[in-house]
Every structure is written in structure tokens, then in C-alpha cells.
């Protein structure tokens, strides 16, 4: 079943996932508390990284728009990736209690916390209100308009799970959720709402389109057996122009966010924080070079490799800020 919030999943003796055996999880965390971590994909952390990624592209860009970097900046950077994690947490167990039905039903995904017994769904529901009640406490401290977008964020998390069920296009519904970050910090770190923030998310749901159709791709047999939509069913051997255009789409937009958010800057600023964008259109395009929508492995190493690809522009933009 499509789901970027985790990885392709296989049976084992303990009920962790094959891909994901030997990590932190199942080597060093209490025997107790094992399934919820899992339930949090807290083995498997490139959900939490793309999730956390337009927090941090937000902070940079905002912080070059108001040229000013503080140690509150400091904390929205830290705070942001703790709420990453338990975000990512809380959307992977709501996710779970939605699909319990349909993972049990699918071999793969049969090992997972709630489907194999490990966890109760009402033992899953306390796990995701502690998560979100510990976000939350963070979210309080930043300016009360990032409070307020902290909580609207909600609304397409709590969509996302069932976007699959009624449409072509989940990607969409990812993608909103997945980088709500981008307009939260640039808010936190400016006290209001600005076009280069509604810009950046714009890009980095184009962005979300782009890997998580690639991550699709590994499912599409078992997807197309439940009824389970996803753009890489819609798009088929079409994809690789699709990805095109969502590359195009993705560095367009980010490249008008970070023009928006460096207007007032010497050209030599721009033009440093600009290779940020084209940065990441590099990484993007070598996926495609080596894009194999059949062969599984090399489409799992391709998503995973995202995190490295959102992590490019970051350089960029600090040396910028120095200018």
C-alpha cells in the first residue's frame, strides 16, 4: 500500500519489518516499548527528514528576507526537528489506525504494530495523543500565528490516509501535509504569513509529487489488488515525463521563494541562496537518470536518497545569509 510515511515492509520472527531489522529500535529500546516505536516508524527515519526539510528551507529563507539570524531561530531549528519526529510519529499511528483493516489483509504489511496484534487500537490512540500532546507543548512556544497554522496542519494530516481510497492523486494530500512546515516557521520566524513561504510550499509539495510517485512505484501490483489509488498507478510507463515536469515545477518555484525572500539583498546574496534551488533540480535529475520503476530496490534507495537532495539548498542559504 502507497505510504511514504514508511518503508516496503516484509514479515519477521519479532514483528519488525525486514528492511528495517538491526536498527536502534530492535538493538537498544525496551522489549515494551519496540512496537510503538515501529508504530512511529522511528526505525526509519526519511519520513521524518522530508517532513522536517521545508521547516529548515523556511527558517533559512525567512531569516535572509528579515537579514536577521537570532538564537530563537536556533530553537525553531532545533524544536522543529523534535516536532518533526513525533509529527511523523503521530501521522504514521493515525495512518496505521485507519489501514489496520487493509494491512492485515496484504502479506507484507501483516508484521505491522496493530495488524499483528503488538498493539490495541485503543493502545495506538493514547500513543498518537502523547506524541501530539508533546508537539504541542513545543508548538507553544513559537508566536501565536505559527500556533495557529501549527493546528490547521492537522486537517490534511488527518486527510491524508484516506486520500488513496478517493482519489488518483494522494501525492497531493502528502504533500500538504508534508510540507505545512514551510509556511509554520517562515510564520514563527517573522510573526506572519509572506507569498515566498506560500511559494516554498507550493515547490515543495511539486517536490513531495516527485518522490513519493517513485516510492509508489514498488506497490502498484498489491495497490491495484485492494483498489488503492496512487499517481504511480495513474501515471504507469508515463511517469518518467511526469517526474520531469515536477522537477521543472519544483526548482521554478523555489527559485521565485528564495527571489521573493532575498529582494532586498545584494545581487551576490541572490545569487548564492539561487544554487540552493538548482542544487536540488542536480539530485533530482540524476534520480531520473537512474530511475527503474521495476526493480524495487533501486526505487527504495532513489526515495531514501531525498534526504540528501533536501539537504543540498541548506548550504546555500547559510552562505548566503553571511553576505
Known amino acids: 500500500m ?3 510515511t514508511g518503508m516496503p515492509e516484509a514479515p519477521s520472527a519479532k514483528g519488525q519489518v525486514a528492511d528495517s531489522a538491526g536498527n536502534w529500535v530492535d538493538t537498544r529500546a525496551p522489549a515494551a516499548w519496540q512496537p510503538y516505536l515501529r508504530l512511529s516508524r522511528l526505525d526509519r527515519p526519511i519520513g521524518t527528514w522530508l517532513l522536517l526539510l521545508p521547516c529548515w528551507w523556511a527558517v533559512a529563507l ?16 532545533v ?26 489483509s496484504v502479506a507484507r504489511t501483516r508484521s505491522r504494530p496493530i495488524p499483528s496484534g503488538q498493539v490495541s487500537v485503543r493502545q495506538a490512540l493514547a500513543w498518537m495523543i502523547v506524541q501530539c500532546g508533546i508537539a504541542f507543548a513545543i508548538l507553544l512556544t513559537f508566536p501565536p500565528a505559527a500556533i495557529a497554522l501549527g493546528i490547521a496542519a492537522l ?29 509554520l516557521l517562515w510564520t514563527a520566524h517573522t510573526g506572519s504569513l ?23 512505484h514498488q506497490d502498484t501490483e498489491d495497490d491495484a489488488l485492494i483498489g488503492v489509488k496512487s499517481t504511480a498507478r495513474l501515471f504507469g510507463d508515463d511517469s518518467p515525463r511526469w517526474l520531469r515536469a515536477f522537477l521543472v515545477v519544483t526548482l521554478a518555484l523555489m527559485a521565485l521563494a528564495v527571489i521573493g525572500a532575498g ?17 536540488l533540480a542536480w539530485h533530482l535529475t540524476w534520480q531520473l537518470t537512474r530511475l527503474a520503476p521495476d526493480d524495487s530496490a533501486v526505487l527504495l534507495r ?3 536518497s531525498n534526504r540528501d537532495a533536501g539537504l543540498l539548498p541548506l548550504p546555500f542559504f547559510a552562505c548566503a545569509l553571511l553576505l
Open 263 to 279: 529582494l532586498d539583498r545584494s545581487l551576490p546574496c541572490l545569487l548564492v541562496a539561487l544554487l540552493g534551488p538548482w542544487a
Open 62 to 77: 525567512a531569516a535572509l528576507a528579515t537579514d536577521s539570524f537570532t538564537w530563537f531561530d536556533v530553537w525553531l531549528i
Open 302 to 304: 532513489l526515495f531514501r
Open 155 to 183: 486537517i490534511p494530516v488527518a486527510i491524508y490516509p484516506f486520500a488513496k481510497r478517493f482519489t488518483w492523486w494522494p501525492q497531493v494530500f502528502l504533500g500538504l501535509a508534508f510540507n505545512w512546515g514551510a509556511l
Open 194 to 216: 509572506g507569498w515566498p513561504a506560500v511559494v516554498l510550499y507550493l515547490g515543495g509539495i511539486s517536490w513531495t509529487l516527485f518522490y513519493d510517485t517513485i516510492y509508489a
Open 2 to 4: 502507497t505510504q511514504t
Open 79 to 104: 524544536g522543529s526537528a523534535i516536532g518533526a519526529a513525533l509529527m511523523r510519529g503521530a501521522g504514521c499511528t493515525w495512518n496505521d489506525i485507519t489501514d489496520r483493516h487493509i494491512d492485515g
